[in-house]
């Protein structure tokens, strides 16, 4: 009988070039694991147990049934040996393999030995298992045992657990089934204080990429740190930039404020620049004041969407000083040996995975008595929709666009710990609008999506009406509040 499939309501699988990430569950565990990390990833996963003999060809028969030509496939466990099972027998609908927590070869012994224990009292053992597989993840456990524990240990599937078993037990990844995947993207990921699968029983692929998360232990896909989650975050965020491209310079009201407030600062001090870094540059309009008020100055303005870039390259082709490129800044910063008098950003920064990493890097790149000047969200940023989306979805908090965005003494420590000069502003930005539908279009409209995870509801029409309600009645109007700090630091 084939496996069902839960459908994530973020992921889109009705069109034939989308590129869905499947997720293949460890031993013991459902694909609803995905649901405990801090920024759930809209990943599908089949619905309940996996069965080792058949999920093969159930993931071949959905794929062609839904007509979807290639995947990015992830397994964690028991499910990395799964997933590259699949990989190798249908290597041509494997665009990307993600093995997490992956075991070359489980011990015989060892084998029977959680066979035993598991026949012996199956509930007590697995709870005993559930809590070793999430030490170091303290609160992802609680949520765990609170939502979770008890469904899986009521409706365990003995059977299929000792299915689980006999598969570990015989399966293997030796050097010619490593050969088959040699012209696949394949990335190992493991945790260094896993004690379930431990470092040592990892496959080495010499050609696949390795990520070791030193901190972590069995499940690192629940760690902020795992780079999945960021990669496919940030593609996300970029995909809804570069679509809104065109309509960008039409809808960024707030953005062109904080791109005049952000100019005012320059003239604190600010003389003279001979090289300046602009990241984020978006259709390019803080470049333009930029390069009005330093015409001399070699201006390198970057940004991750090509759309973006292209719009800002026609607006400034008069600007002779300024050169564009296409690049994720966070990788620039770190790759980069030049130097600049002045670094900036307006209201781009916010979307940096590792913002404190960043900034360590921009003190680096700043010239002597070079400046810093940044605009950026804080995490109060459209608390209104965040509010208007919880209702939605009684007893279940939503993550808004802001969630991941710092909050003001956060941003304080981060740049005290790089910068010897440090100014934050704040300012509170309030926008109106006539109706929920300009309101949603202007976020659509300004690429401001951000990435969306499986704690946010679909805008069903029957969702909008009561949404568009909570605005008229609850937020006395539609408008949304932008939280915005203005940073000036010296090296």
Same mark, same amino acid.
């Given at each position: 009988?084939?496996?069902?499939?839960?459908?994530?309501?973020?992921?889109?699988v009705?069109?034939?070039?989308?590129?869905?990430?499947?997720f293949l569950?460890?031993?013991?565990?459902?694909?609803?694991?995905?649901?405990?990390?801090?920024?759930?990833?809209?990943?599908?996963?089949?619905?309940?147990?996996?069965?080792p003999?058949?999920?093969?060809?159930?993931?071949?028969?959905?794929?062609?049934?839904?007509?979807?030509?290639?995947?990015?496939l992830?397994?964690?466990s028991?499910?990395?040996?799964?997933?590259?099972?699949?990989?190798?027998?249908?290597?041509?609908?494997?665009?990307?393999?993600?093995?997490?927590?992956?075991?070359?070869?489980?011990?015989?012994?060892?084998?029977?030995?959680?066979?035993?224990?598991?026949?012996?009292?199956?509930?007590?053992?697995?709870?005993?298992?559930?809590?070793?597989?999430?030490?170091g993840?303290?609160?992802?456990?609680?949520?765990?045992?609170?939502?979770?524990?008890?469904?899986?240990?009521?409706?365990?599937?003995?059977?299929?657990?000792?299915?689980?078993?006999?598969?570990?037990?015989?399966?293997?990844?030796?050097d010619? !089934? /490593?050969?088959? =995947? $040699?012209?696949?993207?394949?990335? +190992?990921?493991?945790? &260094?204080?896993?004690? *379930?699968?431990p470092?040592?029983?990892?496959?080495?692929?010499?050609?696949?990429?390795?990520?070791?998360?030193?901190?972590?232990g !069995? /499940?690192?896909? =629940? $760690?902020?740190?795992?780079?999945? +989650?960021?990669?496919r &975050?940030?593609?996300? *965020?970029?995909?809804?930039?570069?679509?809104?491209?065109d309509?960008?310079?039409?809808?960024?009201?707030?953005?062109?404020?904080?791109?005049?407030?952000?100019?005012?600062?320059?003239?604190?001090?600010?003389?003279?620049?001979?090289?300046?870094l602009?990241?984020?540059?978006?259709?390019?309009?803080?470049?333009?004041?930029?390069?009005?008020?330093?015409?001399?100055?070699?201006?390198?303005?970057?940004?991750?969407?090509?759309?973006?870039?292209?719009?800002?390259?026609?607006?400034?082709?008069?600007?002779?000083?300024?050169r564009?490129?296409?690049?994720?800044?966070?990788?620039?910063l770190a790759?980069?040996?030049?130097?600049?008098?002045?670094i900036?950003?307006?209201?781009?920064?916010?979307?940096?995975?590792?913002?404190?990493?960043?900034?360590?890097?921009?003190s680096?790149?700043?010239?002597?008595?070079g400046?810093f000047?940044?605009?950026?969200?804080?995490?109060?940023?459209?608390?209104?929709l965040?509010q208007?989306?919880?209702?939605?979805?009684?007893?279940?908090?939503?993550?808004?666009?802001?969630?991941?965005?710092?909050?003001?003494?956060?941003?304080?420590a981060?740049?005290?710990?790089?910068?010897?000069?440090?100014?934050?502003?704040?300012?509170?930005?309030?926008?109106?609008y006539?109706?929920?539908?300009?309101?949603?279009?202007?976020?659509?409209?300004?690429?401001?999506l951000?990435?969306?995870?499986?704690?946010?509801?679909?805008?069903?029409?029957?969702?909008?009406e009561?949404?568009?309600?909570?605005?008229?009645?609850?937020?006395?109007?539609?408008h949304?509040?932008?939280?915005?700090?203005?940073?000036r630091?010296?090296?």
């Open positions: 009988m084939a496996s069902a499939f839960h459908i994530n309501p973020n992921a889109k009705t069109c034939p070039t989308a590129r869905p990430v499947f569950s460890g031993w013991g565990f459902d694909g609803r694991i995905v649901e405990l990390a801090a920024t759930p990833p809209a990943w599908l996963y089949p619905a309940g147990l996996i069965n003999c058949s999920i093969i060809d159930d993931l071949f028969r959905f794929l062609e049934k839904k007509r979807i030509l290639r995947i990015d992830v397994g964690w028991m499910g990395a040996n799964l997933a590259f099972d699949f990989a190798r027998a249908y290597p041509e609908r494997v665009a990307s393999l993600y093995l997490i927590s992956i075991c070359r070869e489980w011990p015989d012994i060892e084998i029977e030995q959680v066979r035993a224990a598991f026949s012996r009292d199956p509930a007590a053992f697995l709870v005993s298992f559930y809590r070793k597989c999430f030490l993840y303290r609160k992802a456990y609680d949520r765990f045992v609170a939502e979770f524990q008890e469904d899986y240990i009521n409706n365990m599937d003995i059977t299929m657990l000792n299915t689980g078993l006999d598969y570990m037990k015989q399966t293997r990844v030796d010619a !089934h /490593i050969d088959l =995947l $040699s012209g696949m993207e394949v990335h +190992l990921i493991h945790g &260094r204080r896993d004690i *379930i699968t470092m040592n029983q990892m496959p080495e692929f010499c050609w696949a990429g390795r990520e070791i998360l030193d901190q972590d !069995h /499940i690192p896909f =629940l $760690s902020q740190d795992f780079s999945l +989650l960021g990669e &975050r940030k593609k996300n *965020i970029c995909r809804c930039f570069s679509r809104a491209a309509t960008y310079d039409d809808y960024a009201h707030v953005q062109r404020e904080a791109a005049f407030k952000l100019a005012d600062r320059l003239d604190l001090g600010m003389s003279a620049a001979e090289s300046i602009e990241i984020g540059c978006g259709t390019g309009n803080f470049t333009l004041l930029l390069a009005g008020r330093f015409p001399e100055a070699d201006i390198l303005a970057l940004d991750f969407s090509q759309p973006m870039i292209e719009v800002a390259a026609r607006k400034l082709a008069s600007c002779g000083n300024v564009f490129g296409c690049r994720d800044a966070e990788y620039f790759e980069t040996d030049e130097s600049y008098d002045l900036a950003s307006n209201t781009a920064m916010q979307w940096f995975e590792a913002l404190d990493t960043a900034f360590v890097w921009i680096d790149r700043l010239n002597d008595n400046l000047l940044c605009s950026i969200f804080g995490s109060e940023t459209l608390n209104e965040a208007g989306l919880n209702g939605l979805r009684a007893g279940r908090e939503i993550k808004s666009v802001s969630g991941r965005f710092c909050a003001k003494d956060e941003l304080t981060l740049l005290e710990n790089c910068f010897s000069s440090v100014e934050i502003k704040e300012f509170c930005i309030t926008m109106e006539d109706s929920l539908r300009d309101l949603l279009a202007n976020i659509k409209k300004t690429g401001t951000g990435w969306r995870d499986s704690s946010q509801p679909v805008l069903t029409r029957g969702r909008l009561r949404l568009d309600k909570w605005f008229a009645e609850q937020n006395q109007g539609y949304l509040t932008y939280q915005l700090f203005i940073i630091c010296l090296k």
